[in-house]
């Protein structure tokens, strides 16, 4: 198949490879030009714009950053489903707001391209040994002829209803996963006042009945500073589009919620200083 990928980046890189290694014919596009050499090195072809990119492609994927480039790359004249083949399909991974899935799917249907909905959890170590999640809002006759393709870095695949549902999926899931970091944050400070030290304490709760993946998250990487330095930037914009998505649809995020408002998520996971 010829594929065609908007974006690179830490997930868009092992994708491409894993597409490569599948024997697809892929070419990439990303604003960032360092990524054309990366892009050539893997066996891919590079294209100027976005148009060059997605023409006769069977399927166009894109991973890029932000709501905003991903209502940029994907719309208007000069977005991708303008210059898309009918018939092919547009796999947008990229976590944003479930009205802008919405949005997408409504255009490609009119220009007769299938939208899916392609929300994903997990790293590019889980891309790499073909092991990421995706839960796929969207039309469920396109995922299944669409699945062979995701299979070459994915797995489960799981469809979760209409457009923007994958989106939803994801950010609840963003959210609890936060809050649970945050658990594990103060699970260390009470620790810590009971005379435990952090390593020990992170050690044992992986073995009771208070384990999480969140807690496997914060043991591995050795403390809760360590974990916060490497994944602030990114749970800061998952909380962002959480917290705006809840807003705009009058959401109650409840409990969780609350935990996203403490200190010990606000300051010791997000790193945001006092106001």
């Not at 976590?95 to 249907?109: K, M, N, Q």
């Not at 391209?113 to 392609?118: K, Y």
């Not at 299944?144 to 609840?172: C, D, M």
């Not at 005379?195 to 999480?212: F, P, V």
Request: charge should be negative; hydrophobic fraction near 45%.
């Amino acid at each position: 198949m010829r594929i065609g990928v908007i974006g690179s980046g830490r997930m868009g890189r092992p994708i491409v490879d894993r597409l490569m290694t599948a024997g697809h014919d892929v070419t990439m596009h990303t604003r960032r030009p360092e990524s054309r050499a990366i892009a050539q090195k893997a066996g891919a072809s590079w294209a100027d714009t976005i148009e060059e990119t997605v023409r006769g492609a069977d399927a166009v994927v894109v991973v890029v950053l932000t709501d905003e480039q991903v209502r940029s790359v994907c719309l208007g004249p000069d977005g991708a489903l303008a210059a898309m083949s009918a018939g092919a399909t547009l796999v947008q991974h990229t976590t944003s707001d479930p009205e802008t899935a919405r949005l997408l799917f409504e255009v490609g249907a009119e220009r007769g391209v299938g939208v899916l909905d392609a929300a994903l959890s997990g790293g590019p170590h889980d891309i790499a040994a073909g092991r990421l999640t995706l839960w796929v809002g969207g039309d469920e006759a396109q995922l299944e002829q669409t699945r062979p393709l995701l299979e070459a870095y994915a797995s489960p695949i799981l469809f979760v209803g209409p457009a923007g549902n994958g989106q939803r999926v994801k950010l609840v899931n963003n959210a609890l996963f936060v809050a649970q970091v945050g658990l594990a944050v103060d699970a260390v400070r009470v620790a810590g006042s009971l005379g435990i030290d952090e390593n020990m304490i992170l050690a044992a709760l992986q073995h009771g009945s208070g384990a999480s993946r969140a807690l496997g998250v914060v043991a591995r990487g050795g403390s809760v500073d360590s974990v916060a330095v490497r994944l602030a930037d990114l749970m800061s914009k998952d909380v962002a589009v959480v917290r705006e998505v809840a807003r705009s649809t009058g959401a109650d995020l409840g409990i969780i919620g609350t935990v996203l408002s403490s200190d010990a998520v606000e300051k010791k996971v997000l790193q945001r200083p006092p106001s």
